[in-house]
């Protein structure tokens, strides 16, 4: 009896024949429950976007750790190549560059824009960063006037590869000269992230010669786990602090990167309120479904059925709707996050559109990241909810007298 009566749920679930009301319900509450889970996998697996976009470009692209003098005056090639040595000396410390910084305007016929140049030796940068996955710093040499630039502050000058543009660089504090200088765009780089707004690097050499006194070296650290770079960068200090000014990736970016975090755990509770909601429908559906079959509850009743066949059989019923509302909803919602890049950058060339602009968010795209994980999280979850939303119209029907159930069919 235990199989024919999940045999005669598995019939109840894919009947079509009986009340159109009942039938048309049914499919809409499993619908319901699709949508839902899909959503929630399309959300996550863009939150899961923007976190690896975050640990694999833009921390991939800064310096997890950055030492800067305390004083403005000129450190010596001794000074700072004893701190290099000191600073590679920690274990968790894999590689550093020295790089000089100012504030300076670039100018573009009359259009102005402030920035902050760094002055960086390409070799070593390219041991602390991944900037020459997208343009080649070996363009920067020690006797030329090359510049390379973030596409964004590019484009708001209107400047291309190869274009000359003044710089004007400030002189020494106390002074109101500045200084002009003609530089060459030898590179525009697009990183799709907010460096692309302010970027400007040049030769380490070249940038030190823009000053009327050589400027202070500082130093760009990168480390074995960039989560840890805080605790690290606390360990440096206890050492160099009086020093140096010693900052990690997380006073820059930490704020957005807990922002992002904390807006997956809200979104998940949002959306598993949606799930719960069409998982209300499915139990409407049921207890429409066990009015609608209380001849044949009746019956089966009066052939010898036990309430826990009866329970079983609308246990059964219920499940098959979760189950199927779960399987089609992780799988539309795994297609649909494979493709939302795509479709969101076809969106935006078909209409004209920037949806995401990188001097507001952290990139300038749509990413997306599907993990099995999440997915078969999200679905179990739908599935249980399900299950459990089918006890109490299972139970109801099994405690249906037959009598009764035969005399208000």
């Keep these: 009896m235990r199989s024919l009566a999940t045999y005669i749920g598995f019939r109840y679930s894919a009947d ?28 996550l ?6 976190d690896r976009e975050m640990r694999n470009r833009i921390l991939a692209l800064v310096p997890h750790i950055t030492f800067q003098p305390w004083s403005s005056q000129p450190s ?13 000396r920690h274990p968790r410390v894999l590689a550093t560059a020295p790089f000089v910084q100012g504030n300076a ?40 006037s090359d510049l390379i630039l973030g596409k964004a502050l590019a484009d708001r000058l209107k400047l291309d590869t190869g274009d000359r543009v003044t ?10 000269n500045v200084r002009f200088v003609q530089m060459n ?19 380490i050499d070249q940038a030190r010669a823009l000053f009327a006194a050589s400027p202070p070296v500082s130093l760009r650290v990168s480390v074995d786990d960039v989560f840890a770079a805080p605790q690290i960068a606390w360990e440096l200090a206890s050492v160099h602090g009086r020093d140096y000014l010693l900052k990690d990736w997380s006073q820059q970016f930490g704020n957005m990167y ?24 499915v139990v409407s559906t ?54 939302i890049s795509d479709l969101v950058a076809g969106i935006e060339h078909l209409f004209g559109l920037k949806l995401l602009q990188s001097d507001v968010y952290p990139i300038n795209y749509l990413p997306s990241d599907v993990r099995l994980a999440d997915v078969l999280m999200v679905c179990a979850t739908a599935y249980a909810m399900s299950l459990l939303a089918t006890i109490y119209p299972a139970w109801r029907a099994s405690r249906m007298a037959p009598a009764e159930a035969l005399r208000s069919s």
Excluded: C
């Design 16 to 43: 079509r024949s009986g009340n159109q009301l009942v039938s048309f319900l049914s499919r809409l509450s499993m619908v319901g429950l699709i949508l839902g889970v899909a959503l929630l996998v399309v959300v």
């Design 45 to 50: 697996s863009v939150m899961n976007g923007f």
């Design 76 to 88: 010596s090639e001794r000074d700072w190549q004893q701190l290099q040595d000191d600073v590679e």
């Design 105 to 144: 305007m670039l100018i573009k016929g009359g259009a102005v824009e402030p920035s902050v140049f760094f002055g960086v030796e390409p070799s070593s940068e390219q041991r602390v960063s991944r900037i020459q996955e997208y343009v080649d710093l070996n363009l920067l040499t020690p006797n030329s």
């Design 167 to 176: 710089l004007g660089v400030p002189q020494a504090e106390g002074r109101q």
């Design 185 to 203: 765009v030898a590179a525009i780089v697009a990183t799709g992230t907010e460096l692309d707004q302010q970027l400007m690097l040049m030769h």
């Design 258 to 281: 807990h922002a992002i975090q904390m807006s997956r755990k809200l979104v998940v509770i949002m959306l598993l309120a949606v799930v719960a909601v069409a998982v209300f429908n």
């Design 286 to 339: 049921l207890v429409m479904v066990v009015n609608d079959k209380r001849a044949d509850i009746g019956i089966l009743r009066s052939q010898g059925a036990s309430q826990g066949d009866i329970l079983r059989i609308f246990l059964t019923y219920g499940a098959v709707i979760g189950a199927v509302g779960a399987a089609a909803g992780g799988i539309v919602g795994v297609l649909l996050a494979l493709g």
